[in-house]
């Protein structure tokens, strides 16, 4: 098979959760240690982060690679979903998995996996270990799929464990309440291994602290001593102003990379305390140090691949995508939409049928002009079925029966001082960035 019929099997023929939503999502561990067993355990090879939570979870994995690696370190990032292509999951030192490796391993491997019946990211999961192992990384950030406990990333010891934060999402898989999916996250907790917490509710601190206690894992609540003091907006950046690394400028333009700001540095200073932060031992002692970590945070897209975060395509008219999906995402890109100077605002907006539709809607502005979609997904809303509910709230638009033709017309129709924006569900982001970069 070639590069293109290798994803084209691993995205059709094998289950996955981001086409089928739960029946595509495969419970427990069974496959996975069967997978590890037959690799050799690869993950043992190489340090490992791990990186759970509702939102953020990318921007401080793709933050904290970009810092290990101005840092010295050969490493891996694991990361999900893909935008444009199938190797953005899988990269070292920024660059993605060679399409020869994706070819040889389905082909070498598949008379293995195929009677397991395994799940779209457990072979993934699986070739990402693999391909860490085999060119030989220092370290690796591995950024859970989905939930934590049964997640089949969860094999992996880590040194240090980063859950960013807590808000309603994948309710139907992980719980309806924050105290549910705050349970299932704190799974990837283990004895003796810290965990930062970037953020907490009263109801999921109390789980963090119960979990923490019973399996002897540290835990540090970012909050409770901000390494982040305060932040401005900048033209093209974000100053954070540190408690401990003084003004750092950071490329991620979202209102929410505030507070990843802050559990990033936050693990960071961790890192620093048991000793990993420098691949060698003098570097921690040289006058740069800390230049590595203002690096990271202002070159983070360039050093690792990251798109889809307030991601500025164009100006004239700006357009602009974000990857929010979810209530919790949308509260941080709701109030930053209001801060946009702009004569008309355009918003292409298509969701996925397993989110809060009615609690996203309601945080969308009134005033701008909308364009309906829909992803290429079968779990995508129907573009007449978003349009019929937000006329209930009183949003003004279109519908348009694929998410190109919908940011067509937003640009055709938007002036050089207008804005567009394009977001709702990763997979709207992802068409249009393939389609447009």
């Known amino acids: 098979m070639t590069y293109k ?15 089928q939503g739960a029946s595509g999502y495969k419970e427990g561990l069974e496959n996975t240690h069967k997978l590890d067993e037959h690799f ?7 340090l490992t982060i791990h990186v759970a939570g ?20 050969r490493v891996g990032l694991y990361t999900s979903p893909h ?17 020869n490796y994706v070819v040889d391993f389905v082909a070498n491997e598949k008379s293995f996996f195929e009677p397991l019946k395994p799940s779209f990211f457990e072979v993934t999961t699986a070739m990402a270990f693999k391909y860490f192992s085999d060119m030989k990384v220092d370290i690796a950030v591995i950024e859970v799929g989905l939930g934590g406990r049964l997640d089949c990333t969860n094999i992996i010891s880590p040194i ?25 996250k704190a799974g990837i907790m283990k004895k003796g291994v810290p965990v930062v917490i970037g953020e907490t509710t009263p109801e999921t601190r109390m789980v963090f602290e119960a979990v923490a206690q019973e399996t002897g894992a540290p835990v540090i609540f970012a909050e409770d001593e901000p390494e982040v003091m305060d932040a401005e907006i900048g033209i093209n950046c974000i100053h954070y102003h540190t ?12 209102l929410y990379q505030k507070k990843n700001a802050n559990t990033i540095l936050t693990a960071i200073r961790e890192l620093e305390r048991m000793g990993y932060m420098y691949r060698f031992s003098d570097d921690s002692e040289s006058e740069t140090k800390g230049k590595e970590i203002a690096s990271g945070f202002m070159s983070v897209c360039k050093i690792t691949g990251l798109q889809g975060r307030w991601q500025k395509i164009s100006e004239n008219p700006t357009v602009v995508c974000d990857t929010g999906h979810n209530v919790g995402g949308w509260e941080y890109i709701s109030r930053q939409l209001k801060m946009v100077k702009c004569n008309k605002m355009h918003i292409v907006f298509g969701l996925v049928d397993d989110k809060d539709m009615d609690g996203i809607m309601a945080l969308l502005p009134k005033d701008a002009i909308y364009y309906f979609t829909k992803a290429a997904n079968k779990r ?12 209930g709230r009183g949003l003004k638009g279109e ?11 937003a640009r055709s129709a938007a002036a050089a001082d207008d804005f567009v924006f394009i977001g709702g569900s990763s997979y709207v982001v992802a068409e249009f960035l393939k389609n447009s970069i």
């Open 40 to 46: 050799g355990h690869p993950h043992r090879n190489y």
């Open 399 to 409: 519908s348009y029966t694929s998410v190109i033709e919908a940011c067509k017309s």
């Open 83 to 99: 935008l444009a292509d199938f190797s953005e999951r899988i990269r070292i030192n920024g660059h993605t998995i060679e399409e």
């Open 5 to 19: 019929e290798t994803c084209q099997y691993l995205f059709n023929q094998i289950p996955m959760f981001e086409k």
């Open 160 to 184: 240090l464990s980063v859950i960013t934060n807590i808000s309603y999402d994948h309710m139907q898989l992980l719980g309806n309440s924050l105290e549910q999916i705050a349970m299932e």
């Open 380 to 391: 995508a809303v129907s573009e007449n079925v978003l349009k019929v509910i937000a006329a």
């Open 243 to 254: 408690k401990h690394y003084g003004t750092i400028q950071g490329e991620l333009q979202g």
């Open 54 to 73: 509702t939102n953020g979870k990318g921007s401080c994995a793709h933050t904290i690679s970009a810092i290990l690696q101005q840092c010295g370190y």
